[in-house]
């Protein structure tokens, strides 16, 4: 197996290189495809529980429709997932299948890992799935049961589960990487998940940590309440934090909703960041439109105040 670092690739997309700052910057190397909007956790960090907007799955034909323009656009890197839990569907083996014979590179998924159930792992990897990243965002069952807003005894399950799939690459002999990350808290919260990430790092390929993002200002301040910084923007992972302005999300990967919008955030649980239908142009007509290229410029001025980005990079 090949196994590399996932951070050098994390980085690579964070970074904005000077041929990508453009207001019509070149093909984006990575796109995230939400596949589904449904996620079965109700995180107090992430606004997806808010239900600002209806969840649905990614119609079939769409899906493929939509792969076939993305990789004629010159895109590599696929992720089966954005805002919801892909895990949920019974069709994402299918759905990695189908983008490794569209001829992309590199697909990858994030998952909060309790529906990574070995069969579910084995399915995916079978499928030709190259990387898995787990979101290990909690502690103890007591503090899984207070973020995560599930019932306390789903975090045993989810460990297991990442084990598991340690043991399904090793025995199967697939070439796919295992990873985990973590929010970086702060005080009492950092100390408590040293434990955790001691327990998997020796077993994963790399573990690393996140900055506490506000997800385009929709993060309740209850974090900081807690004693959580919460950072403006998205600055990557916290070990290589970049700065919000100009956003590297805006230049180099892009994202579509279940329902086929591209969006110009990470975090675009309401549609506020709209940049094109792609159920009505091509992709590199969205990724080039005068939304887009707008809230770019702004970015590149240095001066964000008048623009749907303002409250985001407010923050730290």
Known sequence: MSIGKITDRIDAITGIDKERRAATPPCPKSVKIELTARCNFKCSFCATADKLREKGDMDWDFYLKLLKDLRQSGIEEVGMFYLGESMILDWLPDAIKAAKDEGFPYVFITTNGSLSTPDKVKACMDAGLDSMKFSLNY??????????????????????????????????????????????????????????????????????????????????????????????????????????????????????????????????????????????????????????????????????????????????
């Open 139 to 316: 502690a103890d069952e007591r503090q899984f049961a207070d973020i995560a807003g599930v019932k306390a005894s789903i975090f045993p399950a989810i460990i297991e589960n990442i084990k598991a799939a340690v043991d399904v690459r090793n025995e199967g002999n697939y070439d796919c990487g295992l990873y985990a990350s973590y929010i970086n808290y702060d005080g009492e919260q950092g100390e408590r998940m040293k434990k955790v990430v001691a327990e998997l790092e020796p077993i994963l390929d790399q573990v690393y940590s996140l900055p506490l993002y506000s997800q385009a200002d929709l993060v309740s301040v209850d974090g900081t309440d807690r004693g959580w910084a919460i950072r403006g923007g998205n600055p990557g992972r916290a070990d290589n934090m970049r700065e919000p302005v100009p956003c590297w999300s805006l230049f180099t990967e892009a994202r579509v909703t279940h329902d086929g919008h591209l969006s110009a955030c990470c975090f675009d649980h309401d549609g506020r960041f709209h940049a094109g239908d792609l159920k009505e142009q091509p992709f590199m007509e969205a990724w080039h439109s005068q939304m887009f290229q707008d809230l770019r410029q702004a970015h590149l001025n240095g001066d964000v105040r008048d623009t749907v980005c303002s409250s985001c990079v407010s923050y730290g």
